[in-house]
């Protein structure tokens, strides 16, 4: 099986912009969570989306948001981007595996703002 | 509020000696932990589990000794190698809302020295 995908890998925006990010998650599994990290910070849940539907969301403000199609891909957008955004967002499928659901993650889109 | 903390940001171990990385929780309806591991560039990728009924489970150089009266997990790297030099996240699970949520740890950086 193919594992998650994500594109772009590397982005450089600059202050005020927006920006979409695209996560494939593995076949078959239809949750999907966006993480941001940064050093130091460690994993910071975004949000998970689940059959189209957003089931969690963290504590992050109203220009980050996400969808989620019926292929289970999901899109990730921030917008009026500002130099705190720059970070390593990762997004994770999972399946549940009885007692929790296992993720597992992309390499992560590498997020400059200037 | 962490439910979740790795109070050490990094850990310096020699080759060949022991890796102990600990982890606290402060929610006692988590049931499940796990132990995630994190190359520079990669996302995380899972490593070993533990079931709340359980106070140990081991897995080749790794073990996982959970103690709950004092809601504290650690994780043993015994012969450690320059490999296992990477960032180690605890994560715990809980069921709420019909759904297993999984909150991270801020992660632990482990540098293997030759």
């Known amino acids: 099986k193919a594992g998650v995908t994500q594109t772009p890998r590397y982005l450089i925006k600059t202050r005020g912009q927006q920006v979409t990010l695209s996560c494939s998650p593995i076949?078959?599994?239809?949750?999907v969570s966006w993480y941001q990290q940064t050093p130091g910070q460690g994993l910071q849940f975004l949000f998970e989306?689940?059959?189209?539907?957003?089931?969690n969301k963290g504590n992050f403000p109203g220009r980050f948001s996400g969808r989620q199609f019926s292929n289970s891909r999901s899109e990730m957008n921030v917008s009026t981007l500002e130099l705190g955004d720059s970070a390593l967002y990762l997004c994770?499928?999972?399946?549940?595996?009885?007692?929790?659901?296992?993720?597992?993650f992309g390499p992560g889109t590498r997020l400059t703002v200037l | 509020d962490q439910q979740v903390k790795q109070n050490s940001p990094s850990l310096s171990v020699q080759e060949g000696r022991i890796s102990i990385l600990n982890c606290d929780y402060t929610?006692?309806?988590?049931?499940?932990f796990l132990w995630y591991k994190k190359y520079p560039a990669e996302g995380p990728t899972f490593l070993i589990s533990?079931?709340?009924i359980k106070d140990k489970n081991e897995d080749g150089r790794f073990t996982v000794f959970l103690n709950k009266s004092a809601k504290h997990l650690s994780l043993h790297i015994v012969p450690s190698q320059p490999g296992d030099s990477a960032v180690y996240f605890c994560?715990?699970?809980?069921?709420?809302?019909?759904?297993?949520?999984?909150?991270w740890g801020a992660g632990t950086k482990l540098i293997i020295k030759p």
């Open positions: 994770a499928s999972s399946t549940p595996r009885g007692e929790y659901n296992e993720q597992f």
């Open positions: 076949s078959g599994h239809r949750s």
């Open positions: 989306y689940f059959s189209e539907t957003q089931r």
């Open positions: 929610n006692s309806m988590f049931d499940y």
């Open positions: 533990i079931s709340s």
């Open positions: 994560a715990a699970s809980a069921y709420v809302d019909s759904n297993y949520q999984l909150i």
